[in-house]
């Protein structure tokens, strides 16, 4: 079993940025699989980044070149830099680690508004 916990998730206007972050309770490997998801109001929950097991990288076309995905293995932690946010970054944003279960983080909040 392993716990993931988010964090740095607010509220920022148009333009700015967030870093989110996320401390899995053992130790990650280069090899697992780990990634962001979001859940906006009304709707169904999407790939935002994903680090495959080989380390291929993904983005959805939405964040790419404003997101960027990465780990520091030695921290046990995630990371997703968000720059160049917009109102439709708005969401619920999750961690989650694929490594023969799914797991999920509680997720943590995102508001890009004015």
């Known amino acids: 079993q392993v716990q993931l916990v988010e964090s740095g998730g607010g509220l920022v206007q148009p333009g700015g940025s967030l870093r989110l972050s996320c401390t899995a309770s053992r130790r990650i490997f280069s090899i697992d699989p780990m990634g962001w998801y979001r859940q906006a109001p009304g709707k169904e929950r999407e790939l935002v980044a994903f680090?495959?097991?080989?380390?291929?990288?993904n983005y959805a076309d939405s964040v790419k070149g404003r997101f960027t995905i990465s780990r520091d293995t030695g921290k046990n932690t995630l990371y997703l830099q968000m720059n160049s946010l917009k109102p439709e970054d708005t969401a619920v944003y999750y961690c989650?680690?694929?490594?023969?279960?799914?797991?999920w983080g509680q997720g943590t909040q995102v508001t890009v508004s004015s």
């Open positions: 989650t680690m694929k490594t023969g279960s799914d797991y």
């Open positions: 680090i495959t097991a080989s380390g291929r990288i």
